[in-house]
Every structure is written in C-alpha cells, then in structure tokens.
C-alpha cells in the first residue's frame, strides 16, 4: 500500500460529507426519532455514553478512516469521475458495510429497522465519498 499516492484534500472533504451526511441523517427531523423508537428507547433516555464527546470523537475517527479508505479502493482500483466513484461506494456500502453489519444487528436482537436506518447512512456516505474522491482523480 503506497500512502504517497493519497490524495489527503480529497480524504478531507470525503471526510466532512460524510461527517455532515451522518449528522443530518440521525438528526432531531430525519431519522433519529424512528432509529432511538426502534432501538426500544424512550425519548426522554439519553443517547450514547456519559462522555459524548468520545462518541463524537471516535465517530469522526470512524468516518475518516472510511474516507481513507475509499481513497485507497479509489486509487487502487484506478476509478475516475464520479459515476464511477459512487458505484464503487456504493458496491462497498452494500457489499461490506450492509453486509457485515446485518448479523450484529439481527443477533442484538435490534431488527431490520435499526439496522436499515444505521447502513443507510453508511451507504450514502460511501457513495458520496466515492463521488467525491472518484471526481478529484
């Protein structure tokens, strides 16, 4: 794996969509009230752990590293234009994220809605880092 062929400005602004994707996604008037009711939750319960900023932070990390990711498949793979980018994103998100993570979910005993509320955020923000990392090349 040759890391000087990475384009670290395509990473970063992967990385923001996909940061801002995931907050609209699980915010207040999109998806958040279904997923937190579909998780078994109340909506006075309190999300995540007593220390958010770790969750923000290790969300981030997460994120990032699917952006370096898709950089490396990106190069790898030699796609260029978007067109191609999403498509690469989007066999990702289906093929790895959506499939890897159905087990977790269906064994949690969380359902097909938690899970389909979780993967399609990771879906789109692949296919929009592919757009984005697929356009830079």
């Given at each position: 794996m040759d890391f000087s062929t990475v384009n670290w400005l395509g990473v970063l602004i992967a990385f923001l969509a996909g940061f801002v994707a995931s907050f609209i996604w699980f915010g207040p008037k999109t998806f958040y009230p279904m997923w937190w009711k579909a998780m078994g939750?109340?909506?006075?319960?309190?999300?995540?752990?007593?220390?958010?900023?770790?969750v923000f932070?290790?969300?981030?990390?997460?994120i990032f590293a699917s952006a370096l990711v898709m950089e490396l498949l990106i190069d790898a793979t030699h796609t260029t234009g978007a067109g191609a980018g999403a498509t690469l994103g989007l066999i990702v998100g289906i093929g790895i994220a959506a499939a890897a993570s159905?087990?977790?979910?269906?064994f949690a005993a969380q359902g097909l809605k938690v899970w389909a509320i979780e993967v399609g955020s990771d879906v789109l923000n692949l296919v929009l880092m592919g757009v984005i990392l697929g356009a830079m090349h």
């Open positions: 939750k109340t909506p006075g319960e309190q999300p995540g752990s007593s220390n958010m900023g770790v932070g290790l969300t981030a990390a997460a159905l087990g977790h979910r269906l």
